[in-house]
């Protein structure tokens, strides 16, 4: 049976929480050019956390039942059988990250950046327990 290599899952993880820790670190006397670098960077982090964690909810589906389970379903449908499987908490939760991650494709002023900026964090513990449930599974 094929094995997953999360270690990339795990360093995403990793950046995302570095760029949050940085980004909290500014304040009101920081410059306006290093909190928008932190911001970006956590922004950036954010989608890329976003992608491979649904990339390996695929993955996982796949290895462990088949590839036709996932082949052409939604990311909707795929995060409801991640969660009936316990891969993650809350569907629903993921379709506000899905919806987040759409929204900075296509769209960045401050309001989409105020709100990625707050969600990052619930992406990061999201991610983190993604993560501890596929280790604990292989």
Same mark, same amino acid.
């Given at each position: 049976?094929?094995? /997953?290599? /999360?270690? =990339?899952?795990?360093? #995403? !993880?990793?950046? /995302?929480k570095r760029f949050i820790e940085y980004y909290r670190s500014k304040d009101e006397t920081s =410059?306006?050019?290093?909190?928008?670098?932190?911001?970006?960077?956590v922004i950036k982090a954010f989608e890329f956390t976003y992608e491979i964690s649904w990339k390996f909810m695929r993955k996982w589906i796949e290895v462990n039942f088949s590839a036709n389970e996932v082949d052409g !379903?939604?990311?909707?449908? /795929?995060?409801? !059988?991640s969660a009936e499987n316990r891969l993650i908490d #809350?569907?629903?939760?993921w379709f506000l990250f899905n919806k987040a991650r759409n929204m900075t494709s296509h769209t960045y002023n401050e309001r989409t950046v105020e709100y990625i900026m707050e969600l990052s964090e619930t992406l990061l513990t999201s991610a983190e327990n993604l993560l501890e449930r596929l280790t604990e599974r292989l």
């Open positions: 049976m094929e094995t /997953l290599e /999360l270690q =990339p899952l795990a360093d #995403s !993880i990793a950046a /995302l =410059p306006d050019i290093e909190v928008e670098t932190a911001q970006t960077a !379903i939604t990311r909707k449908e /795929l995060f409801r !059988i #809350s569907a629903e939760q």
